[in-house]
């Protein structure tokens, strides 16, 4: 994602689901950066 970040992307088109175009696609980065996966899950 970070790598993303760093990219001028004007949309984001998923196999499923809406275009993500404008403001929504850093918004979709933004969330995606901060979404438990992974090690974030695993129980301690």
Do not use: K
Request: one cysteine or more.
């Amino acid at each position: 994602m970070q790598r993303l970040q760093q990219l001028e992307i004007d949309r984001i088109l998923p196999q499923h689901g809406s275009v993500l175009e404008g403001d929504q696609v850093q918004a979709a980065i933004n969330y995606l950066m901060a979404l438990p996966c992974g090690v974030d899950l695993a129980e301690e």
